[in-house]
């Protein structure tokens, strides 16, 4: 294992899969790229598009061009032959992979002789530590992340109660859409984009992946869910809030509480050194303790059946997650906390921060107060 | 061959990176999930945060949740085990999937006696072809573009020239920065966002993929090249104008009359049945012929060095490409048309249109005036 570890890493990634090619080289590609990192030396072989940019953002690798390798012309385009002939320059004749490493590139390696060992786990493991500039880096994003939710709250706040319990804003109904739309308004102004952000009004918000659609309805929970990534840095933040226009029902007021004290819970448990999975525990066995437990029934589910937290870095989730894997927390991870509980017939509420694990406990990067009813 | 073709095609992706997911499911998932196509019939294996929207979103898919495939505890969150378990239900022993597929899931999978078959070439060829409604949905992704271009053009033409030929918009300098938010915002009032829109000026623009920074300048050029997606649909578009605010040096005038030409050449080519290495290898010899021959130099990159033009869908970059790759240009095809010439002493200029190739040529899909001196 000692000497496995000791093998140079193999990347082949694009911009969007990317998360580790990032990490390892500081390279943002925009087409595929393939990295080759032997820790003392690292290279990159690059089209002639990305040449300019991978020589001033690489940290410490030398980049090649294709046309550098004496790869055969007809095979100039593939992929798997930069990395075989890149190989070959390097006397490298053993890789690591991870999982996600594409199989066909792996088959032609093998075909050529190459030895390619997967990963089991993260090819960065390193990458769950989170070092002072990156800490920054998801700071800003989660900062970005609160100036959304304060737009979407004053939005909420502004609106007023129509017909049939509809809620309005300056003059029209107002929609998921309409209320996303200022969200991602205001994360765009902060340099940060978001496709999927949640803006999810009664029904749809006991769906914790919806993203939400049509008109908002007052005594129902509205579920904003705002996961923004830096436009720059690559470096995402996530934020859940849940609001109530006008006075919920007991049900759905209950729900609220319960989540809110789990979520306090959680974040007041969170120390290094802590299995992941015990935090996680406590927070499902404090729901079912309070009558919400998990169940499947006719397709529908009711219950906590997500994560109580995922890692947040260059990916939106990532290394460590706190849920029923075994995981242990430590200083330096940037972690969510985000318990919800979810119902049709009630709503959901989901409330979540993204915290700093220190020597104490966990850090909130960057907050907005728990404002149900607005 | 023929056999190989209909064997069942295994898909494991997320969001990101699962065009093809998309393509063939119908369904857009936000964690990964394993689509089995078998032609006749579909399934998904999606985690209980997906299950309620996969069951509405995906075509005729039957869907699962591990938990209905008889998978051991431990093995739950392993999407092996989700694959392998929900082959073994379907009782297929062979598959195939695409080249980017999962290297460690293929192996698992292999392991557990699956043949797994790597599709030398697309796992969805037929993505290719755009139906009606996939031109509609990229027409407005394109609608989007050119609403930003002409928003970015407005300013352009408002700015004034300060002193160095620095330009100035509403009393500040005007920095690539600021251009860049106002075409992500009028792309946003269009239901679009773009992560890497470009706004390069000056020696910047003569590098293709550099998105650009700082402040902007008369007389040099100024390379927009917006792509957005769409937020519902996931289908983007592509559009690239070079503007030059007061006069240009004659060597870039020349370079803009050149690429101008290129373009329209180009688009004047294109029809179903030809090749689209043969329009690329007409630009290419027009750009040599004009004096503009490719060159490296000392890590400067000269002339024209991507390709003439690739499909856009679901993915920005998708087949086919008109380049050095043999292929053929068919009736429904979606394809960007984006000359360029690149000289960091002179500057770039790329010209971009996104058409669809009918019986009679190439039809603009959404459109904005060449206009250069603003």
């Known amino acids: 294992m000692a000497k496995q570890l000791t093998l140079p890493r193999l990347l082949v990634e694009g911009a969007d899969s990317g998360a580790n090619l990032v990490y390892g080289s500081g390279f943002h590609p925009v087409d595929p790229v393939v990295f080759l990192d032997e820790s003392t030396r690292r290279t990159l072989v690059v089209p002639m598009l990305e040449y300019r940019r991978a020589r001033e953002e690489a940290n410490n690798a030398e980049v090649f061009l294709p046309e550098d390798l004496g790869i055969p012309k007809k095979k100039m385009r593939s992929l798997s032959a930069w990395a075989l002939y890149l190989l070959r320059r390097r006397g490298v004749r053993r890789v690591r992979v991870g999982g996600f490493f594409p199989a066909g590139i792996a088959r032609d390696l093998e075909r050529a002789g190459v030895r390619v060992l997967i990963e089991p786990a993260s090819l960065y493991p390193e990458r769950a530590i989170k070092t002072n500039a990156e800490i920054a880096a998801i700071t800003k994003s989660q900062q970005a992340a609160v100036a959304g939710m ?13 017909r049939g319990g509809w809620l309005r804003w300056q003059g029209r109904t107002l929609t998921s859409e309409r209320l996303r739309d200022v969200i991602d308004g205001a994360l765009l102004q902060h340099g940060c984009i978001a496709r999927d952000t949640i803006v999810a009004g009664d029904a749809q918000a006991a769906d ?51 989540v809110l004290t789990a979520h306090r819970q959680a974040l007041a448990m969170i120390r290094p050194g802590l299995p992941g999975n015990r935090v996680h525990e406590a927070v499902s066995d404090f729901f079912v303790k309070e009558g919400y437990p998990t169940v499947v029934q006719d397709g529908v589910v009711r219950g906590f059946f997500h994560g109580t937290g995922h ?55 960057a907050s907005f107060p728990n404002l149900f009813r607005v």
Chains 1, 2 share one sequence.
């Open 150 to 162: 304060r737009a979407a709250h004053r939005v909420l706040k502004e609106a007023e109660i129509g």
């Open 208 to 258: 914790p992946h919806e993203r939400g659609h049509g008109p908002l309805r007052a005594g129902t929970s509205i579920v904003l869910d705002i996961f923004p990534r830096h436009k720059r840095t690559g470096y995402w933040g996530d934020i859940t809030r849940t609001f109530c226009k006008g006075p919920p029902s007991p049900a759905l007021a209950r729900m609220y509480r319960t």
């Open 311 to 365: 890692g947040v870095g260059l990916d939106i989730h990532e290394a460590p997650s706190i849920s029923r894997a075994e995981t242990q927390l430590l200083a330096g991870h940037v972690v969510t906390v985000e318990p919800g509980l979810y119902d049709p017939d009630i709503g959901g509420v989901r409330i979540e921060d993204t915290v700093v694990i220190e020597k104490r406990g966990a850090r909130i990067l």
